[in-house]
């Protein structure tokens, strides 16, 4: 069952912070986020575990609720290259190989 | 540079012709992948393989098969195309299962 992300877009000023989720109906054992440019390939961001982690680099970072079976990415002072859709995909156990992909949220940072 | 070649990029196919999309990686991943991207429904399975000589089914494996023969080649056969295989395939590969999962530049498939 695909995870679902909100919100499905959102604009920025360089310099503002965003919030992007992904829930899912099933219990979790680990998400990947991956970020996308138009007519690119998606590049791999992070994975969180389950354990309630939370990682980072830069000023993109995420957390995982494994209790609410939720992950978010928070993207912090955003730069124009932040811009792009975000996906993030779940494992609901470890011993599968099968990523479910949320739809993607699309994020436009303006000058 | 090492990655995932992914070809064509392009191609505009008739309903009904047999077609194969070629992924070939020299990062010696255990695990290979195929999705398809459609508009607003993200990135769907199509098949996996977690290690040579093994492959499993994905989300969406109706119209298409794959094999892999060897660690560095994943195709993706469409036996008879159909309009609704219309779409954007990307190949991906990881190390080993629910490992980090890069990603070819897609090959854009339209059928007509």
């Known amino acids: 069952q695909q995870p679902v992300q909100s919100p499905q877009a959102v604009i920025l000023r360089e310099g503002e912070d965003a919030v992007i989720n992904c829930s899912s109906s099933?219990?979790?054992?680990?998400v990947h986020w991956y970020r996308q440019k138009h007519g690119e390939a998606p590049i791999f961001l992070m994975i969180?575990?389950?354990?309630?982690e939370q990682k980072g680099h830069d000023k993109i970072s995420a957390s995982f609720n494994e209790k609410k079976q939720q992950s978010s990415l928070y993207l912090t002072a955003s730069q124009l290259s932040y811009s792009g859709t975000y996906f993030c995909?779940?494992?609901?156990?470890?011993?599968?190989?099968?990523?479910?992909f949320g739809g993607g949220t699309r994020l436009m940072v303006k000058p | 540079i090492a990655g995932i070649t992914q070809a064509p990029t392009s191609q505009i196919l008739a309903a009904g012709r047999r077609m194969t999309l070629r992924c070939t990686q020299d990062?010696?991943?255990?695990?290979m992948y195929w999705y398809r991207q459609d508009l607003g429904l993200g990135l769907r399975l199509i098949h996996y393989?977690?290690?040579?000589?093994?492959?499993g089914k994905g989300e969406v494996p109706d119209g298409y098969s794959v094999s892999r023969a060897n660690t560095d080649d994943f195709p993706l056969t469409l036996a008879s195309a159909v309009p609704s295989q219309t779409s954007v395939y990307f190949c991906?590969?990881?190390?080993?299962?629910?490992?980090?999962?890069?990603f070819g530049d897609g090959t854009r498939l339209s059928i007509l």
């Open positions: 990062m010696r991943h255990n695990a």
């Open positions: 995909g779940t494992l609901y156990n470890n011993a599968g190989n099968m990523l479910t």
């Open positions: 393989s977690n290690t040579a000589g093994t492959t």
């Open positions: 991906a590969s990881s190390e080993g299962r629910g490992q980090p999962q890069h």
């Open positions: 099933k219990a979790l054992y680990s």
């Open positions: 969180l575990l389950k354990g309630g």
